[in-house]
């Protein structure tokens, strides 16, 4: 069975970087499969459908984000985080937020070197083209991003119970965020500039309400 | 020739509202074909491909949008413009800012009503899905990006030029500005829901350093 298993692994990084490249409609079962170098009928041995298996992989890819956003977040790697700068006067819960843009930019650095180009967001993209589409895929992608505004919030919150930010409504301002994410990930894939994202980290300042000047680090 | 043009007209229509609710991949120029009620001989007529349709579907919604911004930020009305609230305190090109967010969000109602659900921006939504694919319809969509900051920008350096606001650079402002629009219209179309829209004023106020309370109207 090690080789069965091996097949929907490769079947699922297949089609991730397709759906990244591609998106879900143009994409169609027989080039997933050629492209995991497995057979049709072990396709539908692990998924009924094309549906089926974009759900698979979007869960994958959203059990590895959440971990790094709560990575991220949560700032486990304490004083040493290598290349976050300290410039922001010890705002220890913002820090986090800051380290999250880092750790996206540097994944979509990382995808533009591998695929040519700035991909973008699977999720973002994924939304985009399909929420007019099949209610499990959009459902499924609601929940996900409701993840995403909970996980940002919390940071914000205790930013604010600190008094270091001065935004009334902390969910609020995690939807903001998230949005501002999204926002500026579509316009670094559309002009494949991942310097696209470095004004998120000034603009959350801004957006949040720090005591510090907002916007000019 | 009459009916000869009119053909045209019904190929761009049906073709605008199939790249709103499917994308551009998903779609055949049969199936176009099909809506607009032409034959297919007549879509060649017009059309070299589907991407020369998708251009001129772009630039047509451009030309449309374009003037809708330009009305809502040089703010033609006047004093008379109906539901918008006077709560900022005179701050006049800012208002024209709101009036931006409070069109965009009427458009995609009307959208909601006539399709049932929310379909978004056409441009971010093509962007999402093009932008690693069709080099022209990239190009395009970036030049009309470039144009909205532009735009925009004007809004917020008058604004500054008044000391209404406090943002160091208009042209990083307006990018952000036009970011958090593409962003919270994509979730207002993820979740089906205009609403989304209505944190885009105090948002807007809070990035670009508004003198009043930011955030709070």
Known sequence: MG??????????????????????????????????????????????????????????????????????????GGADEGGVMDGDGGVRPLRGLRRLYESTAAELREGQRNCGTVTGCLL????????????????????????????????VAEARGRGEVTVADAHEAARALVAQLEGQVLFAKLYDDVGRLDVLWPNSLALLGTRTSAGSE
Request: proline content about 1%; glycine content about 6%; charged content about 25%.
């Open 3 to 76: 080789r069965t298993s091996d097949a929907r692994e490769r079947i699922l990084t297949a089609a991730k970087t397709l759906l990244l490249s591609r998106g879900y409609s143009a994409l169609g079962v027989a080039e997933i499969c050629k492209a995991a170098g497995v057979p049709k009928g072990s396709f539908y041995y692990f998924f009924a459908s094309k549906e089926e298996l974009a759900l698979a992989v979007i869960d994958e890819h959203w059990t590895e984000q959440r971990a790094a956003w709560t990575r991220a977040l949560a700032g486990a």
């Open 124 to 155: 973002g993209n994924l939304a985009l083209e399909m929420s007019t589409g099949t209610a499990a895929v959009r459902e499924r992608l609601r929940e996900i991003f409701d993840e995403q505004v909970v996980l940002v919030e919390e940071t």
